[in-house]
């Protein structure tokens, strides 16, 4: 996993990962508690978490279209993932694991 820091593109998959743990946590733990139980402060806590870390990543697939010239479609791509649920699983799947690869 310490790998995976040392680069950009490594920095960017953990992210992604932790981007889309913190989007299925917002819709499938705290959307239901605060409008099914009236219990808005974990939405608030996961919410505010969720965007920061989705922030982190849209900056993070920027910088690493830009260092791997990604085109506009692959770049777009990752961009489109993080609204989307479980699109940054398919992102890291199919587009970070080979950063050169074109579409």
């Known amino acids: 996993m310490f790998d995976l820091l040392k680069s950009q593109l490594g920095r960017l998959r953990i ?12 819709i499938g733990i705290g959307m239901p508690l605060k409008y099914a139980y009236a219990m808005p402060m974990p939405n608030r806590i996961i919410g505010m978490a969720h965007g920061l870390l989705f922030v982190l990543y849209v900056l993070l697939v920027i910088q690493c279209g830009i260092e791997y010239r990604w085109g506009w479609r692959k770049t777009g791509l990752a961009l489109l993932a993080s609204i989307i649920p479980l699109g940054t699983f398919w992102a890291d799947a199919r587009l970070f694991r080979h950063p050169n690869q074109t579409l």
């Open 15 to 26: 992210l992604a990962f932790l981007e889309g743990v913190s989007f299925l946590l917002l």
